[in-house]
């Protein structure tokens, strides 16, 4: 969808489709309209598809952690005043939907130092679009833990889907999961929505929909193709 910034750098054509309730979008800047424009461009090579992305991710786990619960705390400040403010609550964990979500684990490592990190392979089958579970692996005490659930592409929502009952086996609440994502389609939203209301969703931008073969349009291809390979 076409869009023009203002002075503010607000950019005001994108309006974009109407969300879920627990989903939404990274504010729609005409920062992040030009850095997603970059790694759309079929003509990017991979070394600045990797560089605005990781921008855009940084931006993502950014926004992801305004969305976590916070506790009073108050801290003596070296001038021997009280400072009222918060921490936050519980502890956190990332869990990458492999290959393409791996590519998110650096920014959420650049924000949280020493998170644990939880895998889960999942590749779509080519032809049908459908996913397949290979291999799992996530932090014993997972369930203890907010979850913050990285892919890059929410296309028809089957992967995710996936990958959160699989959270949901090993003990992790929906309203638990945050997902992070760089480009979403209102299908994938929809179908996510539909089983799993209580997650969150966080996507730097919804786009119109889907092609035949489940890619999203217009997108930027496939990312974990575009990230790993070139
Ligand atoms: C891509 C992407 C998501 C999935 C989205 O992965 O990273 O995991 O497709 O599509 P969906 O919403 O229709 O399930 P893919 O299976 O192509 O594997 P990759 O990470 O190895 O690229
Ligand atoms: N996976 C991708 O990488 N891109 C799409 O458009 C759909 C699924």
């Known amino acids: 969808m076409a869009s023009t910034s203002s002075a503010n750098g607000a950019v005001a054509a994108q ?8 989903a939404s979008r990274l504010p729609q800047t005409a920062q992040l309209d030009a850095l997603l424009t970059i790694i759309r461009d079929a003509s990017t090579p991979r070394s600045d598809f990797i560089f ?8 993502l786990v950014e926004e992801g952690l305004n969305h976590l619960p916070t ?3 108050t801290v003596m400040t070296p001038t021997g005043f009280s400072y009222s403010g918060v921490s936050f609550q519980g502890r956190i964990c990332g869990v990458s939907i492999l290959r393409a979500g791996e590519a998110m684990e ?9 998170v644990r990190i939880g895998k889960i392979l999942i590749q779509r089958d080519e032809e049908t679009a459908k996913p397949k579970l290979f291999y799992a692996k996530l932090p014993e005490d997972i369930a203890e833990r907010w979850v913050l659930l ?26 638990q999961i945050l997902f992070l994502n760089l480009i979403a389609s209102p299908e994938g939203l929809a179908n ?4 799993f209301p209580q997650v969150k969703v966080i996507s730097a931008w919804v786009d119109e929909r889907l092609d035949e073969k489940s890619y999203i349009i217009p997108g930027l291809g496939d990312y974990g193709d575009r990230y790993y390979s070139g």
């Not at 605005?52 to 931006?59: A, E, F, G, K, V």
């Not at 929410?154 to 090993?170: C, D, M, Q, R």
């Not at 996510?192 to 089983?195: A, E, R, W």
Request: proline share 9%.
């Open 106 to 114: 650096a920014g959420l490592r650049e924000c949280c130092r020493s």
């Open 71 to 73: 506790v009073p705390q």
């Open 52 to 59: 605005y992305s990781d921008r855009i991710i940084r931006l």
């Open 150 to 175: 990285l892919d890059p592409m929410l296309a028809t929502g089957g992967s995710a889907i996936k990958a959160i009952e699989v959270l949901i086996e090993n003990g992790v609440k929906a309203e």
């Open 192 to 195: 996510m929505y539909s089983k």
């Open 15 to 22: 309006t974009g489709p109407t969300l879920p309730p627990n």
